[in-house]
Every structure is written in structure tokens, then in C-alpha cells.
């Protein structure tokens, strides 16, 4: 069965620090995507990126980066020199290969970054 | 400007008493879906549209409904609510299937007594 774990809670750390959100699915399909979502304190829910799992490369975007590793089963969210404004709830979502069309996420990591 | 409505906001109500959320989108997309969050179970699909007329359950469905009728609406009925339903509900649209990033609505926090 579809499943993402999103093991860390809340996190907690000071600007300028660097942050890892781990994130580790399971899933039959060999083709699947993988999503990463922020909710910052006002509620929205915000797309970062999409992965597919024939694409193992590493993305980096701007102060974030992706580590995808099919190998362990997971896709992991770095934030480099974290800033007050990066605190949100980040959600790791997984869907698998069109026909089936559902949408699994994960429970969330609330991460705190204290000025 | 592209974007998912969801009305109303905010909800107060009472048990059996039926309702229904709108959600309409605006960006002619295939796909929609409605999700609950709560707290420590993030969030979790109820039901889902690939288009018009074709609708199928999630993984949380007991106690909903939906239609599509439209392209660009999907309501979510609870013909008797429960408390146990009291939650913040988002509807999202994308292009496609679900393998396209879901552009949310603003969330609807419903509060059933």
C-alpha cells in the first residue's frame, strides 16, 4: 500500500541554521511522483516542486534543495540558512502513475525557525 | 487571476443539520479533489473528480458526497454531519491527473456541535 512518513514532528531552529525534512514513502508502482507542499501560519497550502521517479537528480532552488533517493525511499527538503519566514508546516505527498488518481500525503513537519 | 473558491469560510453548525461547501476553479482544470486536515493526521483525501460526471472515493469518505456537474465545480455534501467531521476542509484542482501539482482553495474550517 501507498504510504508517506514524515517522522519529524516539529522542528525547531535558529535563522541562518541549515534544516533537513525527511520524508520516506512506500509505494508498488515503479512509476510514481512525489510532491513537497508549505503551509505557512496563514493557512494556504503551497506546491514547491514535483518529482518523478524516473528522475533522480537533485534539485536546488534558490536557499532549498531535494535529495530523492529511490534507493532508500526517500525525498528529503533542505533549507540552507533558514530564515523566520520559512516557518510552516511542509507536507511530503505522493501520487502514483496516472489511472489510479489518488493523492497521499504525509503528516506533516512543522518546522519553527526562531529569530 | 487562476484560483480555487471555496465558500463558506468558516461554518458553525449542529449535528444532522445537511451542508454543503462550494469549491469552483477557474483554471479549466481536469482534476479536483477535497481533503480534511487534522491535527496529526495532516491531510487526507475524501473524494476526487478526473472531470465531469466521474467521481471517485479517497480514503476518507464515509459520511460525504460529491457531484460534478461542471467542469469547474465540485461540492462537498454532508447530507448529516457528525462531530467527528468537524475540520478544516481544502479543495484542489490541477491539470490532468494527479500527477500535476493541486493548486488549493483557501480552506473552509467547518465546527459541527
Known amino acids: 500500500a501507498q504510504k508517506v512518513t514524515q517522522a519529524q514532528t516539529e522542528i525547531s531552529v535558529v535563522e541562518k541554521e541549515d534544516v533537513t525534512l525527511d520524508c520516506v514513502y512506500e509505494?508498488?508502482?515503479?512509476?510514481?511522483?512525489l510532491f513537497w507542499y508549505k503551509q505557512p501560519p496563514s493557512g494556504e497550502l503551497v506546491f514547491l516542486i514535483r518529482?518523478?521517479?524516473?528522475?533522480?537528480q537533485n534539485e536546488i532552488s534558490g536557499r532549498y534543495s531535494w535529495n530523492f533517493q529511490k534507493s532508500t525511499s526517500s525525498f528529503n527538503f533542505t533549507i540552507t540558512a533558514s530564515q523566520v519566514v520559512d516557518s510552516a508546516v511542509y507536507f511530503c505527498a505522493l501520487s502514483e502513475a496516472p489511472g489510479t488518481y489518488k493523492y497521499i500525503f504525509g503528516t506533516g513537519t512543522r518546522l519553527k525557525v526562531l529569530a | 487571476e487562476a484560483q480555487v473558491t471555496q465558500n463558506p469560510r468558516y461554518l458553525i453548525t449542529v449535528t444532522g443539520k445537511k451542508l454543503t461547501v462550494t469549491c469552483s476553479q477557474n483554471m479549466n482544470h481536469e482534476y479536483m479533489s477535497w481533503y480534511r486536515q487534522d491535527p496529526g493526521l495532516g491531510l487526507r483525501q475524501i473524494y476526487y473528480?478526473?472531470?465531469?460526471?466521474?467521481?471517485d472515493k479517497g480514503d476518507v469518505p464515509e459520511g460525504y458526497k460529491v457531484s460534478r456537474k461542471e467542469k469547474r465545480n465540485f461540492p462537498l455534501i454532508l447530507e448529516s454531519p457528525s462531530p467527528n467531521q468537524t475540520s478544516l476542509y481544502f479543495c484542489a484542482s490541477s491539470r490532468g491527473s494527479s500527477n500535476q501539482p493541486q493548486h488549493f482553495g483557501d480552506g473552509t474550517r467547518l465546527s459541527i456541535l
Open positions: 509505494t508498488r508502482d515503479t512509476t510514481y511522483y
Open positions: 518529482r518523478n521517479s524516473f528522475d533522480e
Open positions: 473528480s478526473m472531470n465531469v460526471e466521474v467521481t
